[in-house]
């Protein structure tokens, strides 16, 4: 599976990004999607995961602000940001996992100004 994660950029603090991670290969529908990030000098975080099922989760610091989701018939998923902060400033990595099976994409930076 390769994932090509898009949708980064810069944006000022309060306003919006949408990220895209599409995946090319079989079997989308069973993987667990994660979205990770590592800001500079930090250790990669879990920032949020959706099951094959649509259950959710989402670290503390975005709950309420960030919302992940998945089109299956698209390959794709998503992951809506708003009301962001200079803190959110990170890349952004996308990852499916099932079983054995783990694939990452290759991140796409934002930069949210104050």
């Known amino acids: 599976v390769q994932l090509q994660a898009s949708g980064g950029g810069l944006v000022q603090a309060g306003g919006s990004l949408r990220l895209s991670c599409a995946a090319a290969?079989?079997?989308?529908?069973?993987?667990?999607i994660g979205w990770y990030r590592q800001a500079p000098g930090k250790q990669r975080e879990l920032v949020a995961s959706?099951?094959?099922?649509?259950?959710?989760n989402y670290a503390g610091s975005v709950k309420g602000r960030f919302t992940i989701s998945r089109d299956n018939a698209k390959k794709t998923g998503y992951l809506q940001m708003n009301s962001l902060k200079p803190e959110d400033t990170a890349v952004y990595y996308c990852?499916?996992?099932?079983?054995?099976?783990?694939?990452w994409g290759q991140g796409t930076q934002v930069t949210v100004s104050s």
């Open positions: 959706i099951t094959n099922r649509g259950s959710t």
């Open positions: 290969g079989s079997s989308f529908s069973v993987y667990v």
């Open positions: 990852n499916l996992k099932f079983s054995l099976y783990d694939y």
